[in-house]
């Protein structure tokens, strides 16, 4: 798909009238504090929908909620294009263990009733202080730019139910159209530096709860059981046979045995057990093969046992992450432009995944998603171990990393909107 509107780099050159101020810069430094003091779990942020609101409503932006916690800000600014932002709001049930004076201290309450501490693990807090900053930039300095600007704060990516809940919910009945969504995500590289793929960017996943029926009986009497521990545990080496033995080497796929639960003592043979497993994949064919095989191997070992037919359960999935390529090589000249050539790379796709594609699929509109690192360089090059996303130490630094994540943002909507 070609773009709408041609990009224009020099319109994405750094602009005193949309520069990150040192008073911008404070601001975003505090409420980027404030965010990571405050998580909360997928679909159940309403103190940040909260904020959101305060925050576009002080802007003078109009906005409405959507998909439940999900808040849509739509800035207006005359005629011309119309340009969609995502930022992702959720946190994660994990402990926090930075040591940072601004860590959090929050818990929350899993679906089934299960407190947890809570953390922002994976630098939501930095995507949306980011975009609420890129907000206001935009907002207070209309001369600069025309068009429309569509802010999504999006809940629920942890759990792929937040793209969907607010596509379902009318997004895009209630908001004008965009001809392009951008979105990006920071990552355990080096802070100040870019990085974007052509093509596939994220792997689309799928995640399935699988129940093993046996017959339960005394430990000393084998003969009177059928162990769904053991039929368990042959079906999970025999999945790892899908990647290895049925697929073409040239092709991506990965299967993970997430959790294996059975039984409650060691002289009783269960009635049943339960494992999850994870599937990534960049390709549909590939997708659609190894979710059959999987389906195929459950039910065949299920057999040679003489036991019931298991139980398959789909926990979530996420669609493809996928960058126009024309798109994306635009959007890459352009960070190159406002950050300087040395800091945007292009990369191959990850193995994680994004329900970020879906806000544009929904409505047949390219989209581009880029990463932007957290990590000061001593950190990358110590030889100890970096901290990730979704570890209870993945703190990103403040600076450049938030600076970087604004300007990056303020580049790619400039170079589209500016005047």
Excluded at 223 to 241: E, S, Y
Aim: charged share 20%; proline share 6%; aromatic share 6%.
């Amino acid at each position: 798909m070609t773009s709408t509107t041609p990009i224009d780099p020099d319109s994405a050159a750094t602009s005193t009238r949309l520069a990150l101020t040192e008073d911008l810069r404070a601001d975003l430094h505090e409420l980027y504090k404030q965010l990571h003091s405050h998580p909360e779990l997928s679909m159940q942020e309403h103190h940040t929908a909260e904020l959101i609101e305060q925050r576009l409503d002080g802007l003078g932006i109009e906005n409405f909620r959507c998909g439940g916690t999900g808040v849509v800000g739509v800035l207006r600014n005359g005629s011309g294009p119309v340009v969609g932002f995502r930022a992702d709001t959720d946190g994660l049930p994990i402990a926090e263990d930075t040591g940072l004076d601004y860590a959090s201290t929050a818990t929350g309450t899993l679906p089934d009733g299960t407190e947890v501490p809570v953390m922002h693990g994976c630098g939501h807090d930095t995507h949306t202080s980011v975009l609420l900053t890129v907000a206001r930039m935009f907002a207070q300095a209309r001369d600069a730019w025309a068009g429309t600007l569509v802010l999504i704060f999006q809940p629920g990516e942890e759990t792929a139910a937040g793209a969907a809940a607010m596509v379902a919910d009318g997004l895009w009945d209630r908001a004008p159209k965009p001809e392009i969504v951008y979105g990006q995500h920071v990552m355990p590289g080096l802070a100040g530096t870019v990085s974007l793929s052509v093509g596939s960017a994220m792997a689309m996943a799928d995640s399935l709860k699988v129940t093993v029926h046996g017959r339960q009986s005394h430990g000393s009497q084998p003969q009177d059981a059928i162990d769904p521990v053991v039929l368990g545990a042959h079906m999970v080496v025999r999945l790892q046979t899908i990647v290895s033995r049925e697929l073409d080497p040239r092709q991506a796929a990965v299967v993970t045995i997430g959790t294996f639960h059975g039984g409650l003592k060691e002289n009783i043979i269960p009635a049943s057990a339960e494992f999850t497993l994870n599937i990534r994949t960049f390709d549909d064919g590939v997708r659609s093969h190894v979710l059959a095989a999987v389906r195929r191997i459950i039910a065949a070992e299920a057999a040679a046992s003489g036991a019931p037919e298991p139980e398959i359960e789909e926990l979530y999935t996420f669609p493809a992450c996928y960058n126009e390529p024309a798109e994306a090589e635009d959007v890459a000249e352009v960070l190159r432009s406002a950050l300087g050539a040395d800091a945007v790379t292009i990369s191959p796709p990850l193995m994680g995944s994004e329900d970020f594609g879906h806000l544009a699929a929904a409505i047949g509109v390219p989209a581009v998603y880029w990463t932007f690192g957290g990590h000061p360089a001593e950190l990358l090059e110590g030889g100890g171990q970096v901290p990730m996303n979704h570890s209870p130490y993945f703190a990103p630094v403040m600076e450049p990393t938030l600076s970087t994540g604004v300007n990056a943002a303020a580049a790619a909507l400039l170079a589209r909107l500016g005047r």
